[in-house]
């Protein structure tokens, strides 16, 4: 069955650091992958999207890595601040609109 | 521009009942997906909708049903309450319906929903 496996561990990072996450899967091959954030009592919010023919995308101090042979993605924060604090889910697509998340992955970015 | 709206926020019913849930999407956009959320099984897909009809549909029961109107907004409904569906039921809507390569989804703020 298809799995996604973030980081179950909370990652804790001083400020102005550069923060990295993984996000692996099996038995898939998707189309896209998209990176959330979500914050507590709060719906996911969209970071940024990258397509299995792409390699690199960045926004602003973010970038997204997605290498399709090794079934993998690496979202990198730099200079990270203490608001960038919250949890990080990975999602993948395959088919429309429908996403399979992984569980995320906690960020704490301490002064 | 407002974003996704869900209504109510809190709900707490009891086994055996039915409940529905709301979803006013961003104008415009025209497709619906709903998400449930809970600590031991994360994010899972429920269904998508676009031009009131069903494009996709995860792996939950019967029980589990949706709708699309005319005006983009969505309902879901879940019948025969069970404890386990207690979670955080999540909206997302999208520009776009998304063929192979789907779109950027913006969420709303979920509805809870406890049963007792």
């Known amino acids: 069955s298809q799995k996604i496996e973030q980081n179950s561990e909370a990652l804790n990072i001083q400020e102005g650091k550069t923060a990295t996450l993984t996000c692996n899967y099996t038995?898939?091959?998707?189309?896209?992958l998209q990176w959330y954030r979500q914050d507590p009592g709060r719906g996911p919010v969209f970071l940024l999207l990258?397509?299995?023919?792409?390699k690199e995308k960045r926004k602003e101090r973010l970038k997204v890595t997605f290498d399709t042979t090794l079934k993998q993605s690496l979202f990198h924060i730099t200079a990270s601040q203490p608001a960038d604090s919250a949890t990080y889910l990975c999602?993948?697509?395959?088919?429309?609109?429908?996403?399979?998340f992984g569980t995320g992955t906690q960020l704490k970015v301490e002064l | 521009k407002a974003g996704v709206t869900q209504t109510p926020r809190y709900l707490i019913k009891t086994r055996g009942q039915q409940v529905t849930l709301s979803c006013s999407p961003i104008?415009?956009?025209?497709?619906v997906s709903w998400y449930q959320q809970t600590p031991g099984q994360g994010l899972q897909f429920l269904f998508e909708?676009?031009?009131?009809?069903?494009?996709n549909k995860g792996n939950f029961p019967g029980r589990f049903s949706g709708r699309q109107f005319s005006n983009s907004r969505s309902e879901m409904n879940v019948s025969t309450l069970e404890l386990g569906d207690s979670a955080l039921y999540l909206c997302?809507?999208?520009?776009?319906?998304?063929?192979?390569?789907?779109?950027?989804?913006?969420f709303g703020p979920g509805t809870r929903l406890t049963v007792t």
């Open positions: 038995n898939y091959s998707p189309a896209y």
């Open positions: 990258i397509r299995e023919n792409e």
């Open positions: 997302a809507s999208s520009k776009l319906a998304g063929t192979s390569w789907g779109y950027e989804q913006y």
């Open positions: 909708y676009f031009s009131e009809t069903q494009r």
């Open positions: 104008s415009g956009h025209r497709s």
């Open positions: 999602a993948l697509g395959g088919g429309g609109n429908k996403l399979t």
